[in-house]
């Protein structure tokens, strides 16, 4: 029923910010913003498009999922696949974006780290070990 995962929307406050800091991650903007909500398509090489909700109402507000006490459901982060967390940790670095965890290893060789986009969201780029993307 299922083949593969369309797309991944995220809500974001700053169209332009949230577009930089993608961008630092390989995505670029293809598209938007169109629609009633407005959102913005971003595409990346591997084939993953994200696509950026334009209606978070304020750039400084908690993520309610991540940042307060009370858990509610809903999706937490979203993982990405990445075959050098070490190159990509430091290429991070280069444009002043702090690790928000990791690096953490997991049975079997994966390891992860983790970042916040600029409305909090949090990104994992993953890397398994012995088994690359492509």
């Not at 990346?44 to 459901?73: C, Q, R, Y």
């Not at 079997?108 to 970042?115: C, L, N, T």
């Amino acid at each position: 029923m299922i083949t593969a995962v369309a797309h991944i929307g995220i809500r974001v406050h700053d169209l332009e910010r949230s577009v930089a800091f993608y961008r630092i991650l390989g995505f670029e903007k293809t598209a938007g913003p169109v629609g009633p909500e407005p959102v913005a398509i971003l595409d990346h090489p591997s084939g993953v498009e994200i696509n950026l909700i334009l209606n978070a109402p304020s750039a400084t507000a908690p993520n309610i999922l991540m940042d307060v006490p009370e858990k509610h459901p809903g999706i937490t982060h979203v993982a990405l696949l990445c075959p050098d967390i070490a190159a990509a940790q430091k290429k991070l670095e280069a444009h002043g974006i702090a690790l928000s965890g990791g690096p953490v290893k997991f049975p079997g060789g994966a390891q992860a780290i983790f970042v916040r986009d600029p409305d909090r969201n949090v990104i994992e780029l993953h890397q398994r070990l012995g088994k690359q993307p492509g």
